[in-house]
């Protein structure tokens, strides 16, 4: 009789257990990382064998739980996981690429102002002399140094916060695995099956599914549930092992980036896979191209006008000196500086210092040579090398360190400080035929070497007898002798006779004077529009800078659209396996509360006949 | 940053929102660009589209560029004409007046009064010869353009000071928008038809008739010759002036054309955007609906 009791009560236990776990499911349906419980159940044997006087023992002894599983899919898991590490890879390169376009793109394009360049070059050719004019063209000229710088700037403050974000993914990373590790010794201690070990197994699996947002990894899983992790799969280094986590840090590696796990001097480079640190470096290897070709760009446009432009000759008749500067300073407040002072740097015509370091000691400022060959002291503004340093705003604290370095490229380039007449809008070198030639030929002029001792001009080309040339200078000296079509050399230039000179017929060459207003170079430097190098002209070289950022970030979305299907089909698989289904808890509810309500019939039954006995034998 | 997905149970719903959001952020896509009429307002959305957009706008600003340098040259050929025209006045009335000359019944009074006006007439000459365009620059002076290009010496003479060729519409690509050179409109110092005044001012002071009047014949030949001169100068400068008009309908014609790709380029075919739009937000309504009646209670509701 009193098995019956002791039955029904292994019942009530075990079905009220069972409820508890289908409660739990339905309170944790909507926690995060929660994964469906399952009670086992099964039959409960007397321990010590049968009782020695039960000759015919029917039935069982009740019921016990056994265990509380978790119904998880580790396949599934591992699906999502991988796939979270593509769409997070895919978002972190769509986001830094997308900001990478917008430095090159809209306020900062560079196709405005290099069209409105060339557009200012051809008002010129139209009218070299007027002032007006000319001082456009140089406004349009520092319109387009400065846009390259700030596109510079900008692509260099991307890549800094760039930086930035990969060290905070990697601080998180060095969290989630000591965490990790953490969770590893507490599941090496809890009994497996019981329900601590389903709450940290649950945790581990959040930890896990936090660490594949940052970095793809391979996870093994031993028989207490510790896992281990290695990066970026089984052949890369450990990351958690057991209950040890080693330190990841992440390093600029040629033009992405690589992860180092290990202590310092021990550590081994992990690739990575996936997660926002692949993002991360794929999106660095776009930056650091994208700002190479703006620098070459930038070089090209310094080096194309400047060499043009040097070859021409200014409104005072002088030769043109270069248009753009290559050099500019660029001032970098140390991070520890605890003063607010902002600091600007002014670079001389053609100095072409060293990186220089400023420094304040509490009363004095001192700029000096990073090599401490040479430096200055006293109050603002300082001037060495060429570099003025002057402060701009804000005050400066004991101790302040402000590092000045020469922009170069596309960071460096700036207009020259020029006078509307130093534009060289004249050609150096003009032909001009006689009035009273007979024949139709004509001269064409370029620059060549200058003689030494110096030839006295004027310099003419006279049509001999029998169809020859001479090139004789100012006191008859023959320079040059020739036939039309050949390059006669004379002072600084070389002249051309094409067509049909008649006997006696005459050509001067004249170096342009001041004041003169011919147009030559600044047609010269229009013809720089159409000049195509190895990435196609000024307007393709710039189109294609962007066209290199715009065509991956269209790619990356449809490939992020794609991931992102690909990731919430495994995601709904993984929940149809692991989720909590509120209609079949509450059936299961149903089914346990009829045994629990059984059971406890069972256990009146009992008492009810234990009462019959007992008041039958009263 | 998108939170992990992880196993839960409500996890059909964050997937359903993201789709839902999906079509919410194309359907914003969408009234940007009915908003600001444009296909794409970045790059990533249509690159080879942007390219060629920033291909036409290039050709554009360079159309535009070089239709102003047409202006330019074409405002300072109208100049020339003016001026060339001026001149021509001039040498016809010297010819009248070098043809009363010869006439053997004038007096030497008579003489001198249009020797006074050949003077006039050279001063007028010398005015158009040095003509201006809007900016003060010589006209006729070639590239030596800041000063006048004809001037007067001690001893009367006149001569060309200028140098090779000013600036016409090169930057248009056009080598024959510049005004003619002086020496093509008024010769050279010796025959030129600054001589040939000089010469009828001599003629006229010669009181020898036997010497005068070969003397003006020979002015008269040399001034058909410069008007004959001044003619195909004139020729020249509408043969200029009808190329830099014929270049500047091409370029007006281009510009259009232009403009018109980078319409089709970048332009939004409002119907078909509409029509999307109106499809999107029909589905974004049909996901939401859908949604609250899949998720709506669970059997709990349903246990009394």
């Known amino acids: ?618 | 940053m998108p939170s992990p997905v992880m196993v839960n149970s409500r996890s059909p719903i964050p997937v359903q929102a993201e789709r839902m959001n999906r079509i919410e952020d194309r359907i914003a896509r969408i009234d940007k660009q009915i908003a600001s009429g444009e296909k794409f307002t970045e790059p990533a959305e249509d690159p080879s589209g942007a390219n060629r957009a920033a291909m036409l706008s290039r050709l554009d600003s360079r159309l535009l560029a070089d239709q102003r340098s047409l202006e330019r040259a074409t405002s300072r050929l109208s100049l020339s004409e003016t001026a060339i025209e001026s001149a021509n006045d001039a040498l016809l009335r010297a010819r009248e007046l070098t043809l009363t000359a010869a006439n053997g019944t004038i007096s030497a009074d008579d003489r001198k009064v249009i020797a006074r006006e050949v003077q006039v007439l050279r001063a007028q000459l010398l005015d158009s010869a040095n003509a201006r365009d809007e900016s003060g620059r010589y006209l006729f002076g070639g590239s030596r353009n800041a000063t006048p290009p004809y001037v007067a010496d001690a001893a009367g003479a006149v001569q060309w000071r200028g140098f090779s060729q000013g600036p016409g519409a090169e930057a248009a690509g056009i080598g024959t928008g510049a005004p003619p050179r002086g020496p093509e409109l008024f010769g050279d110092a010796l025959t030129g038809t600054f001589a040939q005044l000089r010469a009828l001012e001599e003629a006229l002071a010669e009181p020898d008739a036997e010497l005068r009047t070969p003397a003006l014949a020979a002015v008269l030949e040399g001034l058909e010759t410069g008007y004959n001169r001044l003619v195909l100068g004139q020729a020249k400068v509408g043969a200029g002036l009808a190329r830099l008009e014929t270049e500047g309908n091409r370029i007006a014609d281009a510009r259009l054309d232009t403009a018109e790709a980078l319409a089709a380029v970048t332009g939004l075919d409002l119907t078909a955007a509409i029509a999307e739009l109106e499809a999107l937000k029909l589905s974004l309504s049909a996901a939401q609906g859908s949604f609250t009646r899949v998720y709506d209670g669970s059997l709990f509701d349903r246990l009394g």
């Open chain 1, 1 to 618: 009789m009193s098995d019956i009791l002791a039955i029904a009560n292994s019942g009530v236990r075990a079905y009220a257990r069972a409820l508890e776990v289908v409660a739990d499911n339905v309170a944790n349906a909507g926690t995060p990382g929660h994964v469906r419980r399952t009670s086992t159940l099964s039959p409960a044997i007397v321990e010590g064998g049968q009782p020695p006087l039960e000759l015919d023992p029917v039935g069982g002894n009740g019921v016990r739980l056994t265990g509380i599983k978790r119904a998880i899919d580790l396949l599934k898991v591992d699906t999502v996981r991988r796939a979270e590490g593509q769409v997070n890879a895919l978002d972190s390169l769509d986001r830094w690429l997308g900001s990478v376009q917008s430095a090159l793109t809209g306020a900062n394009a560079l196709d405005k102002p290099i069209a409105e360049l060339f557009g200012s070059l051809s008002d010129l050719a139209n009218d070299p002399t007027n002032p007006a004019v000319r001082q456009t063209f140089l406004a349009k000229t520092e319109m387009l140094a400065d846009r390259f710088n700030r596109t510079a700037a900008d692509l260099e403050r991307v890549e800094g916060d760039m930086m930035l974000e990969a060290d905070t993914e990697v601080r998180t990373l060095n969290g989630l695995s000591q965490g990790l590790a953490a969770v590893n010794a507490q599941l090496r201690r809890a009994t497996v099956g019981s329900s601590a070990s389903v709450v940290l197994a649950d945790e581990r699996d959040r930890i896990l599914a936090r660490l594949s947002t940052i970095v793809s990894f391979e996870v093994r899983i031993d028989g207490r549930g510790q896992a281990s992790v290695r990066i970026p799969d089984a052949g890369g280094p450990l990351l958690v092992d057991g209950q040890t986590a080693s330190s990841a840090r992440v390093v600029p590696s040629g033009a992405g980036l690589t992860l180092r796990i290990g202590p310092k001097g021990a550590d081994e480079a992990a690739t990575l896979a996936g997660g926002t640190l692949a993002g991360l470096s794929s999106a660095r290897t776009f930056i650091t191209q994208a700002r190479t070709q703006l620098d070459s760009l930038a070089d090209r446009v310094t080096d194309d006008m400047n060499r043009v432009h040097r070859d021409g000759v200014d409104l005072n008749g002088l030769d043109g000196g270069d248009l753009f500067s290559t050099l500019k300073p660029v001032v970098t407040p140390a991070r520890a500086n605890g003063g607010t002072a902002r600091i600007g740097a002014e670079l001389a015509d053609g100095a072409s210092p060293g990186p220089l370091t400023l420094g304040f000691d509490g009363t004095d400022w001192t700029l000096a040579r990073d090599d401490a060959s040479a430096s200055v002291t006293g109050p603002l503004p300082l001037v060495l090398d060429g570099v003025t340093v002057d402060v701009s705003g804000g005050s400066a604290d004991n101790g302040d360190l402000f590092r000045v370095k020469v922009g170069t490229g596309a960071a460096g380039i700036g207009l020259r400080p020029l006078a509307p007449a130093d534009v060289a809008v004249a050609a150096r070198w003009l032909a001009d035929a006689a009035p009273a030639n007979l024949g139709d030929a004509t001269a064409g002029v370029r620059l060549g070497v200058a003689s030494v001792p110096p030839a006295i001009a004027p310099f003419t080309v006279s049509a001999l007898p029998g169809g020859g040339l001479q090139l004789s200078d100012g006191v008859g000296t023959i320079l040059a002798t020739g036939a039309p079509g050949d390059w006669l050399a004379g002072d600084g230039f070389t002249v051309r006779i094409e067509g049909t000179p008649a006997e006696g017929d005459s050509f001067a060459i004249a170096r342009t004077g001041s004041f003169d207003g011919g147009n030559g170079n600044a047609i010269a430097l229009l013809a720089l529009r159409d000049t195509g190098g190895a990435a196609g002209t000024l307007g393709e070289a710039q189109d294609l800078i962007v066209t290199r950022i715009s065509v991956p970030l269209a790619e990356t979305r449809t490939r992020g659209d794609i991931a992102r299907g690909n990731r919430d089909t495994a995601a709904e698989a993984l929940t149809q396996a692991s989720g909590v289904d509120l209609n079949t808890e509450a059936t299961e509810m149903l089914r346990l509360q009829q045994a629990f309500q059984a059971n406890s019939r069972i256990i009146q039954t009992a008492r009810e006949i234990f009462d019959a006995i007992v008041s039958a034998t009263a």
